[in-house]
């Protein structure tokens, strides 16, 4: 069993790690959101081009919805600083995630570790 003076330790301790956790899932989630305002950036300038492209008679070449989301998912696979923009955002999500889980252990470790002192107390 922990003895009183590791579980103070870790009491004073925890909310520390917890606020640096908390500030490094603000910053992942201000990456994540800057990034993601990039692609949508890259996608909303392929679907200006594709809804520009004409014929040579001066008809539109995607005429319908279907056709320009085609067109569109053609050309984001094309595009490799799409797909580098999509790949950072995933790699930063999983790490958001990550972090959260860490929060979680470290909320219950200090709930633990409040309760063991309030039993502690007691004795």
């Not at 409040?114 to 107390?121: D, H, I, R, S, V």
């Amino acid at each position: 069993m922990l003895n009183k003076l590791k579980i103070v330790e870790r009491l004073i301790l925890l909310p520390s790690e917890m606020k640096e956790i908390e500030l490094e899932i603000f910053t992942l989630t201000n990456q994540l959101n800057t990034l993601q305002k990039e692609y949508e950036g890259l996608e909303l300038k392929e679907m200006g081009y594709i809804n520009s492209v004409l014929t040579p008679d001066g008809k539109k070449v995607y005429p319908n919805a279907e056709s320009r989301q085609a067109a569109l998912q053609e050309r984001l696979i094309e595009n490799v600083n799409y797909h580098k923009k999509v790949v950072e955002s995933d790699t930063i999500k999983h790490n958001l995630e990550l972090e959260k889980i860490d929060f979680n252990e470290k909320r219950r470790e200090f709930s633990m570790m409040k309760t063991l002192a309030e039993m502690n107390m007691e004795e």
